[in-house]
């Protein structure tokens, strides 16, 4: 009976080369589960920030509203109409201080308008390089509804202007004739605000746009 003699010396290469086999496999797959970890991690801070961003833009809409409704608010008090300087005041007559009121009102409640499309814009700009042009689209129709409340309270105040010709009066007199409707807040049950119903149309239609990105990943 032949006794078979092992060499150890050459089984180490073998033992050494499935080792390093051995090794390499586990580090390929902590690699891979070390990727998918970073995938998911990727997405879900990408998720956040859409998240974020959406539910932003969706709070500078809401103020919007809001900001429309404070300028066709028909109360206007004699607290929010400021009294002309002292050296302005004793050359006007009382029209005139009236007036001066009136658009300083007005002024103040656009303020509030100009401050929510500056913070708009800027949300705005970071939601399209994320999205597309498709957000800024979204928007288009309320910027207009924005826009002709704008030009209905322009003309109201250039008819009113004591100072203003007689025919510059009867010319924004009939421009603000066409959108009267505009510049006051209707609450009427039996004659709805048509304005009104078209701005929350609008909302709507930028609401179901941010929905999905209003679902965290």
Not at 147 to 167: G, K, N, R, W
Request: charge should be neutral.
């Amino acid at each position: 009976m032949e006794w078979v003699t092992l060499n150890i010396s050459s089984v180490v290469p073998y033992f050494t080369i499935g080792k390093d086999l051995a090794m390499a496999g586990i580090a390929f797959y902590a690699a891979r589960i070390a990727s998918k970890g970073l995938t998911t991690w990727n997405r879900q801070l990408k998720g956040g920030a859409e998240y974020d961003l959406a539910r932003r833009i969706l709070k500078c809409t809401y103020r919007l509203r809001e900001a429309f409704d404070g300028v066709r608010n028909s109360a206007m008090f004699s607290t929010e109409m400021p009294f002309p300087p002292e050296e302005d005041a004793g050359k006007m007559n009382d029209s005139q201080i009236r007036h001066y009121g009136r658009s300083r009102a007005y002024q103040n409640r656009w303020q509030k308008v100009f401050d929510v499309r500056n913070d708009l814009r800027t949300e705005l700009l970071e939601a399209e390089a994320l999205w597309g042009e498709e957000i800024l689209t979204k928007f288009k129709r309320l910027f207009e509804l924005q826009h002709d409340l704008f030009s209905t309270v322009y003309a109201y105040l250039a008819a009113c202007d004591p100072d203003a010709t007689q025919e510059a009066r009867k010319i924004n007199n009939e421009l603000y004739d066409k959108k009267s409707d505009i510049l006051y807040r209707n609450y009427s049950e039996g004659n709805p605000d048509k304005f009104n119903a078209a701005v929350k149309a609008e909302i709507s239609v930028i609401e179901n746009f941010l929905k999905p990105h209003l679902l965290k990943n």
